[in-house]
């Protein structure tokens, strides 16, 4: 069952993934990119990762798109109809470098064993854990403690970035 | 379910570095950038399953810095666009030799 949910959720996504690259208007694209988003916060659940399951539906899908969706309708990208797609030299160029990519990819995975997500040892740490902790103890138990400074370098990443938005978007006053 | 997640995530990488490449509008480009650091984000996910709960802090993090970058990228588009009226790549040569 959780196989076959997983495989669906890869299916839903990676179809989507195509849709993002190929769709014809920037608003088709964004909203090809929000199924892509809920569908690896399927994933993410399937992997024992609920509260990252969560954020990424609240924080991605739900604030950083409708940033994204914001944009585009204020500048009123939504009607071109024609894929603004490279030619010539630069879609050549551009398949060689992603069949590179994808070659040296699917080389790591040649005569991979395949682990079983529930006997690996994080996977049993991690679940222990969420027993112990709950989904939100689980991984703020770790950001709290081992990452308290990190988490507290995000907080003034975020202010630069608030600063920097404002600063570069705001119309300038003659 | 490790293998076939870290599968998904590279063919996502993958499909993401595609779409940079090949198009020219500058807000789908940045699309296919979240799209790589979604790839990103699933394989410290499933790579979480093996070496504890750091993997998915640091998931918390490419977050946190994906909602930065979006910002600070959308601003800057939308100040380039009041220059040139648009936000094709193409038209953006000041820089190129």
Redesign the interface.
Known sequence: MVDILFYVFAAVAIGSAFGVVTARTPVGSLLFMVATLASLAGVYVLLEAHFIAAVQIIVYAGAIMVLFLFVIMLLNLGHEYRRDLQGGVAAVLSFMIVGTLAGLLARQFRGEVALDAVSAPGGQAIDAALIRHGAVGAIGQSLFTDYLVPFEITGILLLVAIVGALVLAKRKVP | ????????S??????????V?????A??M???I??QL?AV??AF?????????????F???V??????????G??????I??HYET??VDNFNLLKW
């Open positions: 379910m490790i293998t076939p997640a870290m599968v998904l590279a063919i996502l990488f993958v499909v993401g570095t595609f779409g490449l090949v198009r020219r509008n807000i789908i940045f699309l296919c979240e799209l979604n984000n699933l996910i499933a790579l979480s399953r093996i070496w504890g709960i750091d993997g998915q802090v998931v918390f993090f977050m946190t810095v994906a909602a930065a970058e979006a910002a600070v959308l601003a800057i588009i939308i100040s666009f009041r936000v094709n």
